[in-house]
Nanobody, 114 residues
Framework: VQLQASGEGLVQPGESLRLSCAAS??????MAWYRQAPGKQRELVAT???????NYADVVKDRFTISRDNARNAVDLQMNNLKPEETGGYYC???????????WGQGTLVTVSS
């Protein structure tokens, strides 16, 4: 199982960035994005199930959109109106449909700074 995140970038406050995570080696029932700010614990940003049901952390609702493309076996995170405190590593996470094990991808760095 491999989860390859991309979309790393430096943006100014209020700007947008799109992250993508390409998965391989399995079919996943749930896919998610987490983030970890410097010196803080990793936190859940958003999840999406195979049928497409989504769930968001309160702090990103109405600004972030998670989506998945089952044909590509990928999950994307569109982030709008980014804030400096949202700087950190963003990590893709997915649960295998068969077996139910969770897997992490490597982080991709998002920097929000003026």
């Amino acid at each position: 199982v491999q989860l390859q995140a991309s979309g790393e970038g430096l943006v100014q406050p209020g700007e947008s960035l799109r992250l993508s995570c390409a998965a391989s080696g399995s079919i996943f029932s749930i896919m998610a994005w987490y983030r970890q700010a410097p010196g803080k614990q990793r936190e859940l940003v958003a999840t999406i199930t195979n049928p497409g049901s989504t769930n968001y952390a309160d702090v990103v609702k109405d600004r972030f959109t998670i989506s998945r493309d089952n044909a590509r076996n990928a999950v994307d995170l569109q982030m709008n109106n980014l804030k400096p405190e949202e700087t950190g590593g963003y990590y893709c996470n997915a649960r295998r449909l068969i077996g139910g094990t969770w897997h992490w991808g490597q982080g991709t760095l998002v920097t929000v700074s003026s």
